[in-house]
């Protein structure tokens, strides 16, 4: 199993940007397909982004297209998750998570691994 780290979050201002970093180890990150999820309180966790292993597609959720982005450096064995111009409505806790699969990457049973979520805030 991977071991993951997100780092990046924090406290903002309605219209801030913020990027997210997801550091993984324990497996070869070439071969890693890495997706972001949000849980904000009381609600459930929701799909945000993935960065698939297989030349580096990517998958956002329709909601957040145009704003949020997800990126990979192989050579950092590092995702990131690049969110603009954010509102009070994306307060919550961001998880990456870790799988080998190319497909079905908006769904939480595809993943293997998860970190321990980073908080982001945004205040109005």
């Known amino acids: 199993q991977a071991q993951l780290v997100e780092s990046g979050g924090g406290s903002v201002q309605a219209g801030d940007s913020l990027t997210l970093s997801c550091l993984v180890s324990g497996l070869s990150f070439k071969w890693v397909s890495v997706g972001w999820f949000r849980q904000a309180p009381g609600k459930d966790r929701t799909f945000v982004a993935a960065?698939?292993?297989?030349?580096?597609?990517?998958v956002h959720a329709e909601s957040f297209k145009g704003r949020f982005t997800v990126s990979r450096d192989n050579d950092k064995n590092t995702a990131y998750l690049h969110m603009n111009n954010l509102q009070p409505v994306d307060t919550a806790t961001y998880y990456c998570?870790?799988?080998?699969?190319?497909?079905?990457?908006?769904?939480?049973?595809?993943?293997?691994?998860w970190g321990q979520g980073t908080q982001v805030t945004v205040s109005s």
């Open positions: 960065s698939t292993w297989d030349g580096g597609n990517t």
């Open positions: 998570a870790a799988t080998r699969n190319i497909v079905q990457v908006d769904i939480e049973s595809t993943y293997d691994s």
